[in-house]
């Protein structure tokens, strides 16, 4: 689906959705955000022309990646590196696999390379790790790579020498001569330097992001491009702005487009950080179960978590990204039994919008987990999407008997909660490792459930895992929608360091590492307000927060510290940058993990110039009683919860109001969620319209 957020200069906001046009977003898009002007009645032109920011977040790019879609491009890279690409790295050959076939060496595959070895060419130079130079570049061999890639049609050309981020002079050389040689043929083919694309460390995972960004950017590109011209033809005055995958908006003509590959999930955490804010939570375990994956995150004292190198489509990338993990395990996953063994497993294939689950009467014919919560009665099938979509349950259940119930010899809705709890349990599973991986207190923290079927199965995937407490939104379904218009204008700049502070340094090492970050700092806050400036906004408006990577020397994961400081002014403020590592260090994973005796490393310095924009805002309304009003109620239904049968209320979500308690069984109904309450189990309406969940030794407890 299509989700389109609309909200206006109070931060109210409607929420719109439709069915994903793939071949042409825009399509999918016009009609999402058409549904949400309804809500006011607007019309699409009305609506569109009112508008100040249009911002739009997807995942063609990484559609481009996985279906190897993008354009025809050329490397040209320091001699001996000429196989990297095809080398890789080794986790490349086993990620994103099962855990079966990750246990088994044979079944592991490296991912297809995106550039051909006859289309990679080694120059000779070489500058070292300091900046040294030990080889000067060869011009002749740089002329004749670029001649060649020129006869095989190339359409980008990418440049990469090995260390490059220290001393990008050698690319910069290179890039001449290539644009020399296309200057000569009459040739416009863009070329994408490393140290302009991302100029930190691990020269394996910076190839992989330049060759990405000419490989699918600009394929990704030209959709975000029919989205802003379909917008404009409405009437909006402006240009649209994507979503980065660290969190902020920047134009579609940003040129580092590859910044924005899973710009959507991202969505989600920021909205979680944003509402924690408000109500004053600031840990929050974020779960958003989707109809094709889980995905789950950590905010920990309001910080949200950064990882510098994310593997997406099976590619390790120099590429700061949100953190998070994801699991197959959504509604529209397909459930499968094997006909010999018996055995039982889910996915890690999805039924996808596309002919989607049996359910939807559009040609599925794999049962699905979606497939099973209808047969159950916890999907109404008058109700879904609205009313819109209307659900064949005889033809899930003739299936699901088939395939499922009958090769297992039990009974269908038996066999339809097993495979629901399964789902479940595979959900609750990907937490438990995540908070023991970071040694989180579960009840330090408070969990949000949103994805449009969060809701629908929390209840047993969040249950007996003690957190503080469990929300999930009314428009939980647009959850990611609500965080992305949340986001501000947002640049991110870095540089790899090598600086280490042991415990007992002297004065003058002290004095020299201040020296080298501020050298650093004022580099990038001149890029940063000169891109900023290009784009529009003033400098005054531009606000300067900066950060490092650290880790205790010795160790292999950075931990990014967030600084209030602008520059090292003192020897004081030396101390101060160690002490709030090893105060954010003690948070993530435990007191008991810190070595202030091994000294202390920065790996990375780096800026966040910010601009501030419009937000939707949470109304906080006065509480009403415990009852509903009458509307909210539509009647009983029949529901299958714990092998047994129960006459489940029905509530409609959006007229529940603060201070309303609803006790299971129960299902409360949104036309783009629903949410399922067990006997013994209820939820209650907070004064911002967000939605307690309370299991039922939970609820006893606060009696």
């Given at each position: 689906?299509t989700?389109?957020?609309?909200?206006?200069?109070?931060?109210?906001?409607?929420?719109?959705?439709?069915?994903?046009t793939?071949q042409?977003?825009?399509v999918?898009?016009l009609e999402?955000?058409e549904?949400?002007?309804g809500?006011?009645?607007?019309?699409?032109?009305?609506?569109?022309?009112?508008?100040?920011v249009?911002l739009?977040?997807?995942?063609?790019?990484?559609?481009t990646?996985?279906?190897?879609?993008?354009?025809?491009?050329?490397?040209?890279?320091?001699?001996?590196?000429?196989?990297?690409?095809?080398?890789?790295?080794?986790?490349?050959?086993?990620t994103?696999?099962?855990y079966p076939?990750?246990?088994?060496?044979?079944t592991h595959?490296?991912?297809?390379?995106?550039?051909?070895?006859?289309?990679?060419?080694?120059?000779?130079?070489?500058?070292?790790?300091f900046?040294?130079?030990?080889?000067?570049?060869?011009?002749?061999?740089?002329?004749?790579?670029?001649?060649?890639?020129?006869?095989?049609?190339?359409?980008?050309?990418?440049?990469?020498?090995?260390?490059?981020?220290?001393?990008?002079?050698?690319?910069?050389q290179?890039?001449?001569?290539?644009?020399?040689?296309?200057?000569?043929?009459?040739?416009?083919?863009?070329?994408?330097?490393?140290?302009?694309?991302?100029?930190?460390?691990?020269?394996?995972?910076?190839?992989?992001?330049?060759?990405?960004?000419?490989?699918?950017?600009?394929?990704?590109?030209?959709?975000?491009?029919?989205?802003?011209?379909?917008?404009?033809?409405?009437?909006?005055?402006?240009?649209?702005?994507?979503?980065?995958?660290?969190?902020?908006?920047?134009?579609?003509?940003?040129?580092?487009?590859h910044?924005?590959?899973?710009?959507?999930p991202?969505?989600?955490?920021?909205?979680?950080?944003?509402?924690?804010?408000?109500i004053?939570?600031?840990?929050?375990?974020?779960?958003?179960?989707?109809?094709?994956?889980?995905?789950?995150?950590?905010?920990?004292?309001?910080?949200i978590?950064?990882?510098?190198?994310?593997?997406?489509?099976?590619?390790?990338?120099?590429?700061?990204?949100?953190?998070?993990?994801?699991?197959g395990?959504?509604a529209?996953?397909i459930?499968?039994?094997?006909?010999?063994?018996?055995?039982?497993?889910?996915?890690?294939?999805?039924?996808?919008?596309?002919?989607g689950?049996v359910?939807?009467?559009?040609?599925?014919?794999?049962?699905t987990?979606?497939?099973?919560?209808?047969?159950?009665?916890?999907?109404?099938p008058d109700?879904?999407?609205?009313?819109?979509?209307?659900?064949?349950?005889?033809?899930?259940?003739?299936?699901?008997?088939?395939?499922?119930a009958?090769?297992?010899g039990?009974?269908?809705?038996?066999?339809?909660?097993?495979?629901?709890?399964?789902l479940e349990m595979?959900?609750?599973?990907?937490?438990?490792q995540m908070?023991?991986?970071r040694?989180?207190?579960?009840?330090?923290?408070?969990?949000?459930?949103?994805?449009?079927?969060?809701?629908?199965?929390?209840?047993?995937?969040?249950?007996?895992?003690?957190?503080?407490?469990?929300?999930?939104?009314p428009?939980?379904a647009?959850?990611?929608?609500?965080?992305?218009?949340?986001?501000d204008?947002?640049?991110r700049?870095?540089?790899?360091?090598?600086?280490?502070?042991?415990?007992?340094?002297?004065a003058?090492?002290?004095?020299?590492v201040?020296?080298?970050?501020?050298?650093?700092?004022?580099?990038?806050?001149?890029?940063?307000t000169?891109?900023?400036?290009d784009?529009?906004?003033?400098?005054?408006?531009?606000?300067?927060?900066?950060?490092?990577q650290?880790?205790?020397?010795?160790?292999?994961?950075?931990?990014?510290?967030?600084?209030?400081?602008?520059?090292?002014?003192?020897?004081s403020?030396?101390?101060?940058?160690?002490?709030?590592?090893?105060e954010?260090?003690?948070?993530i994973?435990?007191?008991?993990?810190?070595?202030r005796?091994?000294?202390?490393s920065?790996?990375?310095?780096g800026?966040?110039?910010?601009?501030?924009?419009?937000k939707?805002?949470?109304?906080?309304e006065?509480?009403?009683g415990?009852?509903?009003?009458?509307?909210?109620f539509?009647?009983?239904?029949?529901?299958y919860?714990?092998?047994?049968?129960?006459?489940?209320?029905?509530?409609?979500?959006?007229?529940?109001k603060?201070?309303n308690v609803?006790?299971?069984?129960?299902?409360?109904?949104?036309p783009?969620?629903?949410?399922?309450?067990?006997?013994?189990?209820?939820?209650?309406?907070?004064?911002?319209?967000?939605?307690?969940?309370?299991?039922a030794?939970?609820s006893?407890?606060?009696?």
């Amino acid at each position: 689906m299509t989700d389109t957020l609309l909200v206006d200069e109070d931060g109210r906001f409607a929420v719109g959705k439709a069915s994903t046009t793939p071949q042409n977003e825009s399509v999918g898009f016009l009609e999402s955000a058409e549904d949400a002007a309804g809500y006011w009645d607007l019309t699409s032109q009305e609506a569109f022309e009112q508008l100040s920011v249009v911002l739009y977040s997807g995942t063609g790019m990484l559609n481009t990646l996985l279906s190897r879609t993008g354009r025809r491009v050329g490397l040209i890279v320091t001699r001996g590196m000429e196989d990297a690409i095809l080398m890789g790295r080794g986790l490349q050959a086993w990620t994103d696999y099962s855990y079966p076939d990750r246990l088994h060496a044979v079944t592991h595959q490296a991912p297809e390379p995106l550039v051909p070895r006859h289309r990679i060419y080694g120059v000779t130079e070489r500058i070292d790790q300091f900046g040294n130079v030990v080889a000067p570049v060869y011009e002749h061999e740089a002329e004749k790579a670029a001649e060649e890639l020129v006869a095989q049609g190339v359409e980008a050309i990418c440049v990469c020498c090995m260390f490059s981020y220290v001393d990008d002079t050698h690319e910069r050389q290179i890039t001449e001569i290539v644009q020399n040689v296309l200057n000569k043929r009459d040739v416009e083919v863009p070329i994408y330097r490393s140290s302009s694309v991302r100029p930190v460390i691990r020269e394996q995972s910076r190839l992989n992001s330049v060759v990405i960004e000419a490989y699918a950017a600009d394929v990704s590109r030209e959709q975000l491009v029919g989205v802003e011209e379909a917008t404009q033809s409405q009437g909006f005055r402006y240009g649209v702005q994507t979503v980065l995958s660290y969190g902020g908006l920047a134009g579609i003509r940003y040129p580092r487009l590859h910044e924005t590959m899973i710009s959507g999930p991202v969505g989600g955490i920021l909205g979680a950080k944003y509402v924690g804010d408000i109500i004053g939570s600031d840990s929050v375990i974020v779960s958003d179960m989707g109809g094709t994956s889980f995905d789950i995150s950590a905010i920990t004292r309001g910080n949200i978590p950064i990882e510098n190198e994310p593997t997406l489509a099976r590619f390790k990338l120099n590429l700061p990204t949100i953190s998070m993990e994801s699991i197959g395990a959504g509604a529209g996953t397909i459930i499968k039994v094997d006909p010999l063994t018996k055995k039982v497993s889910l996915g890690p294939e999805s039924a996808g919008s596309t002919p989607g689950p049996v359910a939807f009467d559009m040609g599925g014919t794999e049962p699905t987990v979606c497939d099973c919560d209808v047969i159950m009665g916890r999907l109404n099938p008058d109700y879904f999407l609205g009313g819109k979509v209307k659900l064949n349950v005889e033809a899930a259940k003739s299936v699901f008997k088939e395939k499922v119930a009958d090769p297992l010899g039990v009974d269908v809705y038996e066999a339809a909660e097993g495979m629901a709890n399964m789902l479940e349990m595979d959900a609750k599973e990907s937490m438990r490792q995540m908070i023991s991986a970071r040694a989180v207190d579960p009840a330090d923290y408070a969990l949000m459930a949103y994805g449009g079927s969060g809701p629908l199965h929390m209840a047993e995937y969040s249950r007996g895992m003690g957190f503080k407490n469990i929300l999930t939104f009314p428009f939980a379904a647009a959850f990611s929608a609500f965080g992305c218009t949340t986001a501000d204008y947002l640049r991110r700049y870095s540089r790899s360091v090598q600086l280490t502070l042991p415990p007992n340094a002297d004065a003058e090492h002290r004095n020299s590492v201040a020296e080298e970050i501020n050298r650093i700092w004022e580099g990038l806050q001149e890029a940063a307000t000169s891109e900023m400036g290009d784009e529009g906004h003033a400098p005054a408006d531009v606000q300067l927060e900066m950060f490092a990577q650290m880790r205790y020397t010795g160790q292999l994961e950075d931990v990014e510290v967030p600084l209030a400081m602008q520059r090292i002014t003192a020897d004081s403020d030396l101390d101060l940058v160690i002490k709030e590592f090893d105060e954010l260090y003690a948070a993530i994973n435990g007191a008991v993990a810190q070595y202030r005796e091994a000294g202390h490393s920065i790996t990375e310095l780096g800026i966040v110039a910010k601009v501030e924009k419009i937000k939707p805002k949470l109304v906080r309304e006065t509480l009403q009683g415990e009852t509903p009003l009458a509307e909210a109620f539509k009647g009983t239904r029949s529901m299958y919860y714990n092998r047994e049968w129960h006459e489940a209320q029905l509530w409609e979500m959006d007229y529940l109001k603060p201070g309303n308690v609803v006790a299971g069984p129960a299902v409360v109904e949104h036309p783009a969620t629903t949410l399922v309450i067990p006997a013994g189990d209820r939820v209650w309406v907070d004064e911002w319209t967000i939605v307690h969940y309370e299991h039922a030794e939970d609820s006893s407890e606060s009696e």
